[in-house]
Nanobody, 122 residues
Framework: QVQLVESGGGSVQAGGSLRLSCAVSGYSSSRYCMAWFRQAPGKEREGVALLYKNGQLTSYTDSVRGRFTISQDNAENTLYLQMNNLKPEDTAMYYC???????????????WGQGTQVTVSS
């Protein structure tokens, strides 16, 4: 059974940092496109970062490029999102997800975690 379990969310002030983790079980995360999405109240779910091609390639949405870093630990089968210089507009529920191919479209992802809340105050 495939499971994705996020952790690491919390409340920080603007300019602070958080590291999100996503523990993967039931398959090897290196075989899939892994991604972080986020969804703020009243907004659509948006892709934040992708990790694909067996973890060799990354891609970021413009608003987080240079501040966020996606990575994975194959030995631990865990996906990470290091978030630095956080801004109030980063406030959202953050989800990890897995898909057979790289995509920014949420509908293309087969597996999802339950989400972890990130709140950034000004």
């Amino acid at each position: 059974q495939v499971q994705l379990v996020e952790s690491g969310g919390g409340s920080v002030q603007a300019g602070g940092s958080l590291r999100l983790s996503c523990a993967v079980s039931g398959y090897s995360s290196s075989r899939y496109c892994m991604a972080w999405f986020r969804q703020a109240p009243g907004k659509e779910r948006e892709g934040v970062a992708l990790l694909y091609k067996n973890g060799q390639l990354t891609s970021y949405t413009d608003s987080v490029r240079g501040r966020f870093t996606i990575s994975q630990d194959n030995a631990e089968n865990t996906l990470y999102l290091q978030m630095n210089n956080l801004k109030p507009e980063d406030t959202a529920m953050y989800y990890c997800a897995a898909a057979a191919r790289a995509s920014w479209l949420p509908n293309n992802f087969d597996y999802w975690g339950q989400g972890t809340q990130v709140t950034v105050s000004s």
